[in-house]
T-cell receptor, first 114, second 117 residues
Framework: GQNIDQPTEMTATEGAIVQINCTYQ??????LFWYQQHAGEAPTFLSY????GLEEKGRFSSFLSRSKGYSYLLLKELQMKDSASYLC???????????????FGTGTKLQVIP | KAGVTQTPRYLIKTRGQQVTLSCSPI?????VSWYQQTPGQGLQFLFE???????NKGNFPGRFSGRQFSNSRSEMNVSTLELGDSALYLC????????????????FGPGTRLTVL
């Protein structure tokens, strides 16, 4: 199986930068996703990383290090509307063959304060 | 383009009953995945369907079943409901199946909130 670890909660100040970490232990890694989920709403896709490095998309960036089993989501110029849960998900190719599977972490609840 | 729709949005059942949830994917999307979300466990994968075929199944008991129709709409069924089945059930659609590799963006529906009494 795979273990995905994220901090449960984080608090950051409006206008600041926050980094949300995600670590995973798995074999057959084949991609990592980040989703944002506001309270009471459905998750929405933020980013996809499969190669090492940083992917930037506006105020949001996602980084991946495959050798370290580590990713982070970087949110710049925080806004109050960024208060949400951030879900890390890992896609894995099973050793025994068969279709790949996407597994979600339990998410990090980010609170942005004035 | 309409988003993913799920019906019903809210459901209250009692233990032992069964329930059927419905999901209509975004037009043109042939892949549908189902997830169970609870506060303690987060998003747990249930099934993945592509072109009417179940490609993947999560670690849930046989009481949980699903299917996909030729128009890509999907249903999931839970029989002999237990209190622990109370959760938000989310459906997600995508152009290609998440299990197929590559870039894959899943679009989630608003979910069905199931309460088992």
């Amino acid at each position: 199986g795979q273990n995905i670890d994220q901090p449960t909660e984080m608090t950051a100040t409006e206008g600041a930068i926050v980094q949300i970490n995600c670590t995973y232990q798995t074999s057959g890694f084949n991609g990592l996703f980040w989703y944002q989920q506001h309270a009471g709403e459905a998750p929405t896709f933020l980013s996809y990383n499969v190669l090492d490095g940083l992917e930037e998309k506006g105020r949001f960036s996602s980084f991946l290090s495959r050798s370290k089993g580590y990713s982070y989501l970087l949110l710049k110029e925080l806004q109050m509307k960024d208060s949400a849960s951030y879900l890390c998900a890992v896609r894995v190719s099973p050793n025994s063959g068969g279709y790949q599977k996407v597994t979600f972490g339990t998410g990090t609840k980010l609170q942005v304060i004035p | 383009k309409a988003g993913v729709t799920q019906t019903p949005r809210y459901l209250i059942k009692t233990r032992g009953q069964q329930v059927t949830l419905s999901c209509s994917p975004i037009s043109g999307h042939r892949s549908v995945s189902w997830y169970q979300q609870t506060p303690g466990q987060g998003l747990q994968f249930l099934f993945e369907y592509f072109s009417e075929t179940q490609r993947n199944k999560g670690n849930f008991p046989g009481r949980f079943s699903g299917r996909q129709f030729s128009n890509s709409r999907s249903e999931m069924n839970v029989s002999t409901l237990e209190l622990g089945d109370s959760a938000l059930y989310l459906c997600a659609s995508s152009l290609s199946p998440p299990s197929g590799g590559g870039y894959n963006e899943q679009f989630f529906g608003p979910g069905t909130r199931l309460t088992v009494l």
